[in-house]
């Protein structure tokens, strides 16, 4: 693990109580993490991969963030009305206290929508703005109408299943996923009553640990 800090001033007081003295390693953080985080999941292995679009049609592969950003990912859809937006307005706090400092260009947020027939370009286009979320390091992504269920196979491989009702919404989990630089899944944020600042402290470790 370096010993470099990216974790932002402000916060410095908040994570120095959060993170237990005790945790030299990453391994150490996890054990300590995991007898108080019980909405966290830690895991070591790779990552799915993807390549979808963003907003502008310009293709995006979790590959292009590898040695170069710690991911925070999480699948949702626009027309969702209920833990959606409530896990996108979450993700949108963690990423205002991430994006104080300098781990703000070594973290990439991205939501990937599973419901690419309906979410065209305005609707991922203002689904950030009205969530709070930073363009700077967030993206919205989508597979394209032509390949409508192309996410939702995606999520399955993430371990999550999407199940379309009769109302034609989706039944689904609640999971942020964290990857590292090299483009391991890392841990699992289970639900919307996570801590934000474990979540924080977990991702600022990720960011001091390169090899």
Same mark, same amino acid.
């Given at each position: 693990m370096?010993?470099g800090l990216?974790?932002?001033?402000?916060?410095?007081?908040? !994570? &120095?109580?959060?993170?237990?003295? *005790?945790?030299?390693?990453?391994?150490? #953080?996890? %054990?300590?993490?995991?007898?108080?985080?019980?909405?966290?999941?830690?895991?070591?292995r790779?990552?799915?991969?993807?390549?979808?679009?963003?907003?502008k049609?310009?293709?995006?592969?979790?590959?292009?963030?590898?040695?170069?950003?710690v991911?925070?990912l999480?699948f949702?859809?626009?027309?969702?009305?209920?833990v959606?937006?409530?896990?996108?307005d979450?993700?949108?706090?963690?990423?205002?206290?991430?994006?104080?400092?300098?781990?703000?260009?070594l973290v990439?947020? !991205? &939501?990937?929508?599973?419901?690419? *027939?309906?979410?065209e370009?305005?609707? #991922?286009? %203002?689904?950030g703005?009205a969530?709070?979320?930073?363009?700077?390091?967030?993206?919205?992504?989508?597979?394209?109408?032509?390949?409508?269920?192309?996410t939702?196979?995606?999520?399955?491989?993430?371990?999550?299943k999407?199940?379309?009702?009769?109302?034609?919404?989706?039944?689904?989990?609640?999971?942020?996923?964290?990857?590292?630089?090299?483009?391991?899944?890392?841990?699992?944020?289970?639900?919307?009553?996570?801590?934000?600042?474990?979540?924080?402290?977990?991702?600022?470790?990720?960011t001091?640990?390169?090899?």
């Open positions: 370096r010993c990216t974790i932002p001033l402000v916060l410095l007081g908040i !994570v &120095a109580a959060a993170r237990p003295a *005790a945790a030299h390693s990453l391994k150490d #953080l996890e %054990a300590q993490l995991f007898k108080r985080e019980k909405y966290v999941e830690f895991v070591n790779p990552a799915p991969e993807f390549e979808l679009r963003d907003v049609g310009k293709t995006i592969r979790l590959a292009d963030f590898r040695g170069k950003k991911v925070v999480w949702i859809y626009a027309s969702c009305p209920d959606c937006p409530l896990q996108s979450l993700l949108a706090e963690v990423q205002k206290k991430v994006n104080i400092g300098p781990m703000r260009d990439q947020f !991205v &939501a990937i929508t599973t419901d690419p *027939a309906r979410d370009p305005e609707i #991922l286009r %203002a689904y703005p969530h709070g979320l930073d363009a700077h390091n967030w993206v919205f992504l989508t597979s394209g109408a032509d390949k409508p269920d192309a939702r196979e995606l999520a399955d491989r993430y371990g999550l999407f199940t379309r009702t009769e109302k034609d919404m989706f039944m689904h989990g609640t999971v942020t996923h964290i990857i590292d630089f090299e483009g391991k899944l890392r841990a699992r944020f289970h639900g919307l009553k996570w801590d934000q600042i474990n979540m924080v402290v977990y991702i600022n470790a990720l001091n640990d390169r090899h």
